[in-house]
Structure formats: structure tokens, C-alpha cells
T-cell receptor
Framework: GNSVTQMEGPVTLSEEAFLTINCTYTATGYPSLFWYVQYPGEGLQLLLKATKADDKGSNKGFEATYRKETTSFHLEKGSVQVSDSAVYFC???????????????FGQGTILTVHP | EAGVVQSPRYKIIEKKQPVAFWCNPISGHNTLYWYLQNLGQGPELLIRYENEEAVDDSQLPKDRFSAERLKGVDSTLKIQPAELGDSAVYLC?????????FGPGTRLTVL
């Protein structure tokens, strides 16, 4: 099945620093790619997605570009805030499409802590 | 639009006791998922429903776990009897395409 490898954390940054969290994938076909964020004590929230090669997903200042050549989907933000402190998960579905996409396969998660 | 609703948010039980979790998906979402998230890890699928039918339950420990989705809307996940190792967060998600939306989860502690 499809798989994803996410950079190990934790990541600690000062406010307004640049953020990169690396994610690479192995997949059959070209599935959509996702970043989810999990704040303390909460469920997963969809942060952004990209559905095909060279697509750029963006939300709340975060961006990630679907790179088919390097099989990567790295998450970036130009200036992090304390409120961005959370766990970030890269994910992709197992299914190849159609009416059912199967389960999501997640990376192990990257803990981000941003200090004032 | 209301999101995925789960209850309870927290549950503490003693080992060997039964426990049940409830999930109400986003309206119109035919696909419903239950995931297990252990501390410091990403979620892992327990079971997936397409309407009323469980189409992927290969990772569900059927000796103690059961699930149902009557009428293709709400779903219940049950553990009987619970073991210490079942302490985790149980997440419910729903989708109508390739994007899954998650509820807040139920944090289970087994003493």
C-alpha cells in the first residue's frame, strides 16, 4: 500500500521563524496529499491538500507543493506564531480513486513548539 | 455546517469493563471511519463503513471490539472487555470524497 515518511521532531522555533517539515511518499498512481494539524487535546483538522502534481495547497499561511519528481509534499510557513504550536501529520489515502478512497495512511507526526 | 460529533470526550474505566463510543458524521457523508491513535503516533484505521456496510475491518480486533452503523448514519464502537493496552484516543472521521474530516476524539483511559 501507499506509505509516507515524515521528518522526525520535535521542532522548536522562535516566533516569526521560517518553518519546513519534510514529507515524502510512496504511492501507486497519483493520490491526493494532505496535511493535518492536531492541537493539544483535540482531533485532527485538515490544514491543506493538493490533488495533483505541481498543485500547491495553502491555508493560514502554510503551503505545500505536490512534487511528483521528488515524491515530496513538504510543509512550509514563512513566519510561525506561538498559536501554530501543534502536531502536524502528512497523509495520503490508500485507494486509487473512484467512489471510495480507503483509509488514510499517516506519517508519525511532527511536534512543533513556537516560543515567543 | 456541523462537524463530526463524538461522545464522550473522555472516559475512564477499569480493565475488563465494557465501553462504547458514539459518532455522528457530517450530514451527507456516506463513508465513516474509526481510527485508533496511540500517544505520539499517527492514527491507524480500525474500521471503515460505506453506508451501513463495513467494507474494511481487517484491523479491528474482533475478539473484543465491535462496531455498528445502523441506518448508515451514526456509528458506535464498543470494546468488551477493555484491556490496559486499549488506552488511547479513538477518532471518528467521515468523508464524501477523498477528504476526511475528523471529530474531536474520545480519550480512553483503562485503569
Amino acid at each position: 500500500g501507499n506509505s509516507v515518511t515524515q521528518m522526525e521532531g520535535p521542532v522548536t522555533l522562535s516566533e516569526e521563524a521560517f518553518l519546513t517539515i519534510n514529507c515524502t511518499y510512496t504511492a501507486t498512481g497519483y493520490p491526493s496529499l494532505f496535511w493535518y494539524v492536531q492541537y493539544p487535546g483535540e482531533g485532527l483538522q485538515l490544514l491543506l491538500k493538493a490533488t495533483k502534481a505541481d498543485d500547491k495547497g495553502s491555508n493560514k499561511g502554510f503551503e505545500a507543493t505536490y512534487r511528483k519528481e521528488t515524491t515530496s509534499f513538504h510543509l512550509e510557513k514563512g513566519s510561525v506564531q506561538v498559536s501554530d504550536s501543534a502536531v502536524y501529520f502528512c497523509a495520503l489515502p490508500d485507494g486509487a480513486g473512484g467512489t471510495s478512497y480507503g483509509k488514510l495512511t499517516f506519517g508519525q507526526g511532527t511536534i512543533l513548539t513556537v516560543h515567543p | 455546517e456541523a462537524g463530526v460529533v463524538q461522545s464522550p470526550r473522555y472516559k475512564i474505566i477499569e480493565k475488563k469493563q465494557p465501553v462504547a463510543f458514539w459518532c455522528n458524521p457530517i450530514s451527507g457523508h456516506n463513508t465513516l471511519y474509526w481510527y485508533l491513535q496511540n500517544l505520539g503516533q499517527g492514527p491507524e484505521l480500525l474500521i471503515r463503513y460505506e453506508n451501513e456496510e463495513a467494507v474494511d475491518d481487517s484491523q479491528l480486533p474482533k475478539d473484543r471490539f465491535s462496531a455498528e452503523r445502523l441506518k448508515g448514519v451514526d456509528s458506535t464502537l464498543k470494546i468488551q472487555p477493555a484491556e490496559l493496552g486499549d488506552s488511547a484516543v479513538y477518532l471518528c472521521a467521515s468523508s464524501t470524497g477523498d477528504t476526511q474530516y475528523f471529530g474531536p476524539g474520545t480519550r480512553l483511559t483503562v485503569l
